[in-house]
């Protein structure tokens, strides 16, 4: 039996609760991904593979369907504390070849600083198995350019949700996901 994602499509969402559990929970359903049993995989974006808006997604699967998901998660209980959590996505140009999904989890980062992190890593990774050279010393933005001028990378990007933990003794959780189908 081979399990070759054909479609994928990124969420996200952020919970509040007295417990910690509970607003990972209340993350899940903010995004629309509660009523699945949810499987975390590695960060293979599949050859193929169709990027498709959320509600599109959710109407090919069922509540209770085990669904393979790429996830980010961060949670504190700590008041006035920033988190974040991204899933970066690297697309090579030619749509046979596998590109790469990341996860980057973060305190103190804005959702600007976490997603071009969580890009980053992704594109890096992909640059890598495709030989592209690259000086890991310069700033992403300047590595980013030279991905695209080189042709073999057709896109990069991501999807953050970040906010500051609330107070009254309760969790915050932050969650990112591309969800496979």
Same mark, same amino acid.
């Given at each position: 039996?081979? *399990? ?23 993350? *899940? ?28 997604? *959710? ?70 198995? *495709? ?51």
């Amino acid at each position: 039996m081979r *399990l070759i994602p054909r479609k994928m499509f990124f969420t996200r969402g952020t919970g509040v609760h007295k417990d910690k559990l509970t607003s990972f929970e209340m993350a *899940l359903r903010e995004a629309g991904i509660a009523e699945f049993n949810l499987v975390r995989v590695s960060s293979i974006f599949p050859p193929n593979c169709q990027i498709v808006e959320k509600e599109e997604g *959710l109407k090919l699967l069922q509540p209770g369907e085990v669904v393979f998901v790429v996830l980010a998660e961060m949670s504190t209980n700590e008041p006035g504390r920033r988190i974040a959590a991204s899933v970066g996505i690297a697309r090579p140009a030619d749509s046979n070849k596998y590109g790469y999904l990341s996860e980057h989890h973060a305190f103190g980062q804005t959702e600007e600083e976490a997603g071009n992190y969580a890009e980053d890593l992704a594109a890096t990774m992909l640059a890598t198995t *495709l030989g592209i050279p690259f000086d890991a010393d310069k700033d992403y933005n300047e590595r980013r350019e030279q991905y695209l001028m080189g042709g073999e990378i057709v896109d990069s990007s991501s999807i953050t949700m970040a906010t500051t933990a609330k107070s009254g003794g309760v969790w915050t959780t932050v969650i990112s996901a591309a969800v496979l189908i």
